[in-house]
């Protein structure tokens, strides 16, 4: 597909690496990685909320030593772009004066002759929507973005528990319970009391959804067991079928991103696919040996391990290796990448095959010739069909797979598609969905939560 140009004219990768997708790209534009650009981040640590602030340290620390620095990749390697900016400053080049609405959203709030800075950018953000930081900042005399440069990061709140149960202040409230201010609902009637309740229409913890039903699923409207496309029952286990997990995640490494931390690859550089004893020995399988994975629209091959620590009827292929390049020396790192080749079959079938795998190479870092490892693993994604959740969207990654000793001519890392078949499944899946649109001629519930929330009128069809 980014091969044709008649389906894509251009394609620009702003990556932080080299990736599969960049070796096609007509352009690479270099993005900074975590210590290299300015990012807020927060995770699920604990029962409290917090928010933290990466910066690009060479720039700290340029800035420290007394030095004006108007954009990052001033002091970036390689004049490394942080996105924040890019978008900041391709916006003010497709919209120079301001004719296409795009350019005022990007501009500064001190001076519309310019473009915002990322430090009124961020300082604008924990001015004004993070609770309690400019208290804080006001009781060490800085201001919310001088105590973040300096902290890296604030607590918001501690020990939540209960939300469902903080009691709100309302307007009024109506025959459905639910609680009113200013003519929004703030929460819902417990007993006696007006409590926030839950992030639901009724602001109760539904055991009936209302929009489930009123969307076109009723059957799915209460909490019940729902046949899938893995349906166990459904396996032909004597014909070789089993459910594949193709997502799970070794403590070691992160998805495919690891393979640039050296240390993590050594630790983790083996992908076999993981199975239970009683499903190896119905199989006749031992442990190395090469297996056919065939799915809905192609095969891959793959080394077994035999093992109690995964169910029978289940086998697994963690979803952290894989990564290919198509010339030795150039497009993805060499710590975890296999030399490839990709073939056209012809009818739209195609075939990778690994020419070698990971091998000690020359570079800056001394430790590249110590590399003793050599499985890149497997490019398992690529022979799964597109499965978009007919409710959701979301591709469902679970494959119902037909395992068999490997093949004359098979090789270890072979992945064969057929790109007909997979569009096909894909049109196959796209029938079990629901016309559009929905109640009120929405495309989309408007109260379900989302990380960025369009308005209102963007619901509508």
Do not use: C
Request: no cysteine.
């Amino acid at each position: 597909m980014l091969t044709d140009e008649s389906k894509i004219g251009l394609h620009v990768a702003m990556t932080p690496t080299w990736s599969e997708s960049a070796w096609y790209a007509d352009y690479i534009l270099p993005m900074g990685v975590g210590s290299e650009r300015h990012d807020t981040h927060s995770y699920e640590t604990h029962m409290g909320q917090w928010l933290g602030f990466r910066q690009p340290v060479l720039r700290v620390n340029a800035e420290r030593d007394g030095k004006i620095v108007n954009r990052t990749y001033e002091t970036n390697p390689g004049e490394v772009w942080e996105e924040t900016e890019f978008w900041i400053d391709l916006s003010w080049k497709v919209d120079p004066d301001g004719s296409l609405g795009i350019k005022k959203w990007f501009a500064s709030p001190n001076d519309p002759d310019r473009p915002i800075s990322v430090d009124e950018y961020y300082g604008w953000m924990f001015e004004n929507s993070v609770p309690g930081l400019p208290e804080k900042a006001a009781a060490e005399n800085m201001t919310p973005l001088q105590y973040m440069r300096k902290y890296g990061a604030v607590e918001v709140e501690r020990d939540i528990y209960n939300v469902q149960e903080r009691p709100v202040q309302a307007d009024s409230v109506g025959d459905d319970g639910l609680a009113r201010r200013d003519g929004k609902v703030v929460g819902v009637r417990a007993g006696d009391e007006t409590v926030t309740g839950f992030a639901s229409p009724t602001k109760k913890l539904e055991w009936w959804s209302k929009t489930m039903d009123d969307w076109g699923w009723p059957d799915e409207s209460i909490p019940t067991y729902i046949k899938t496309h893995v349906y166990w029952r459904d396996l032909d286990q004597a014909a070789g079928q089993r459910v594949l997990v193709p997502i799970f995640r070794l403590p070691t490494l992160i998805h495919t991103r690891s393979g640039n931390a050296k240390y993590l690859y050594e630790i983790s550089h083996g992908h076999p696919l993981w199975m239970n004893p009683t499903d190896a020995d119905a199989l006749g399988l031992e442990s190395g040996q090469l297996v056919r994975v065939t799915t809905d629209s192609g095969h891959f091959v793959i080394r077994v391990w035999r093992t109690e620590g995964i169910r029978p009827g289940v086998v697994a292929a963690s979803h952290h290796m894989g990564r290919w390049r198509l010339d030795d020396e150039k497009g993805n790192e060499r710590w975890s990448s296999a030399l490839v080749d990709i073939d056209s079959l012809g009818d739209g079938k195609w075939r990778m095959r690994q020419k070698k795998g990971i091998e000690p190479f020359t570079s800056a870092d001394p430790d590249s010739e110590r590399i003793w490892w050599k499985d890149a693993g497997v490019h398992q994604n690529l022979a799964f069909p597109p499965h978009p959740d007919p409710v959701s969207g979301m591709h469902a990654w679970h494959q119902v797979v037909k395992i068999a000793a490997a093949e004359p001519g098979d090789q270890y890392g072979d992945v064969v598609v057929d790109t007909n078949k997979s569009f096909a499944v894909y049109e196959e899946w796209l029938k079990k969905t629901k016309p559009g649109p929905g109640p009120g001629g929405l495309r989309r519930p408007t109260w379900l939560a989302r990380p960025i929330k369009p308005t209102l009128d963007a619901y509508q069809t």
